[in-house]
């Protein structure tokens, strides 16, 4: 039964990889995948559990158990306790990605983004990508990757009206948001896992994974500065003197601004 979780992991894991060509969601593969090993792990715990270090754990500290059959203490562990405790390390991260999700989208309704928008002056292409990347990388630290990708990107079409170098820039604007999201404990779904199950902490994923982050931008986005040449042609802006009551002025952008960024950064310094 072991081999055949094995299995059914690697087949799961692939159909994840694979999620564009199979036009299979991964949420979809990911927890079918989930469902089915966890089947199996109950078909075959008599196999599987008996040598089981957290299960003889739990057998020490629950005595009560001890007493019965050796099935129903299969049952008792997978079902009271492991389940119980991964849903709640999933749930932890629900819970933070929802916050964060959350003070994000009111940050960009009341137009906090602007104030790092307003200040790109540059029209060479070449600058931008740059700017932007490093942009991006420090934000992907604060922000988680997919988020800070959105917002870039959506910032994009606010600055080059080209589709094309859009999508080029888009491109490393994906690599730079990855890159940066996997030094800083809450800028990556994955990092944020370890951060919350105390594999590692703060100070030390800063310090240990800093450097090689920052080369692996580094080195993509000089590849690709030599292949972007001149300038860049901004997007018409369209008027927008409807609502002028219900547009944020520039104190209500700043204080939303720096709240939300303010909010996401104490979440690692006040855990405790």
Same mark, same amino acid.
């Given at each position: 039964?072991?081999?055949?979780?094995?299995?059914?992991?690697?087949?799961?894991?692939?159909?994840?990889? $694979?999620?564009?060509?199979?036009?299979?969601?991964? /949420?979809?593969?990911?927890?079918? +995948?989930?469902? =089915? !090993?966890? *089947?199996? @792990?109950?078909?075959?715990?008599?196999?599987?559990?008996?040598?089981?270090?957290?299960?003889?754990?739990?057998?020490?500290?629950?005595?009560?158990?001890?007493?019965?059959?050796?099935?129903?203490?299969?049952?008792?562990?997978?079902?009271?306790?492991?389940?119980?405790?991964?849903?709640?390390?999933?749930?932890?991260?629900?819970?933070?990605?929802?916050?964060?999700?959350?003070?994000?989208?009111?940050?960009?309704?009341?137009?906090?983004?602007?104030?790092?928008?307003?200040?790109?002056?540059?029209?060479?292409?070449?600058?931008?990508?740059?700017? $932007?990347?490093?942009?991006?990388?420090?934000?992907? /630290?604060?922000?988680?990757?997919? +988020?800070?990708? =959105? !917002?870039? *990107?959506? @910032?994009?079409?606010?600055?080059?009206?080209?589709?094309?170098?859009?999508?080029?820039?888009?491109?490393?604007?994906?690599?730079?948001?990855?890159?940066?999201?996997?030094?800083?404990?809450?800028?990556?779904?994955?990092?944020?896992?370890?951060?919350?199950?105390?594999?590692?902490?703060?100070?030390?994923?800063?310090?240990?994974?800093?450097?090689?982050?920052?080369?692996?931008?580094?080195?993509?986005?000089?590849?690709?500065?030599?292949?972007?040449?001149?300038?860049?042609?901004?997007?018409?802006?369209?008027?927008?003197?409807?609502?002028?009551? $219900?547009?944020?002025?520039?104190?209500?952008?700043?204080?939303?601004?720096?709240?939300?960024?303010?909010?996401?950064?104490? *979440?690692?310094?006040?855990?405790?």
């Amino acid at each position: 039964m072991f081999i055949a979780m094995v299995v059914v992991f690697i087949l799961g894991y692939t159909a994840i990889a $694979l999620e564009h060509p199979l036009k299979i969601d991964k /949420a979809a593969s990911a927890l079918i +995948t989930s469902v =089915i !090993v966890w *089947v199996l @792990l109950i078909f075959g715990a008599s196999q599987i559990l008996p040598g089981n270090e957290r299960f003889r754990e739990f057998l020490t500290m629950n005595p009560d158990f001890a007493n019965l059959p050796q099935a129903k203490q299969f049952i008792h562990f997978l079902v009271d306790h492991e389940i119980i405790e991964h849903l709640g390390e999933i749930g932890e991260i629900l819970f933070f990605l929802w916050g964060a999700m959350t003070i994000v989208e009111t940050v960009d309704t009341h137009q906090g983004f602007r104030i790092i928008t307003d200040r790109i002056k540059t029209k060479n292409k070449v600058s931008l990508l740059w700017l $932007l990347s490093f942009l991006t990388f420090f934000m992907s /630290a604060v922000l988680d990757n997919l +988020t800070t990708t =959105i !917002v870039m *990107v959506t @910032l994009l079409n606010k600055i080059i009206k080209d589709k094309h170098d859009r999508w080029f820039f888009a491109s490393m604007i994906v690599i730079a948001a990855n890159a940066g999201g996997a030094w800083s404990p809450i800028g990556d779904v994955t990092t944020i896992m370890l951060w919350i199950g105390g594999q590692v902490t703060t100070l030390k994923i800063i310090v240990g994974v800093f450097v090689v982050s920052l080369v692996n931008m580094i080195i993509p986005l000089i590849i690709v500065s030599f292949m972007v040449k001149g300038h860049f042609e901004p997007p018409e802006l369209k008027d927008e003197n409807e609502d002028d009551h $219900l547009r944020p002025t520039p104190f209500e952008r700043k204080l939303l601004f720096f709240m939300g960024v303010g909010a996401l950064l104490f *979440v690692p310094v006040l855990k405790p």
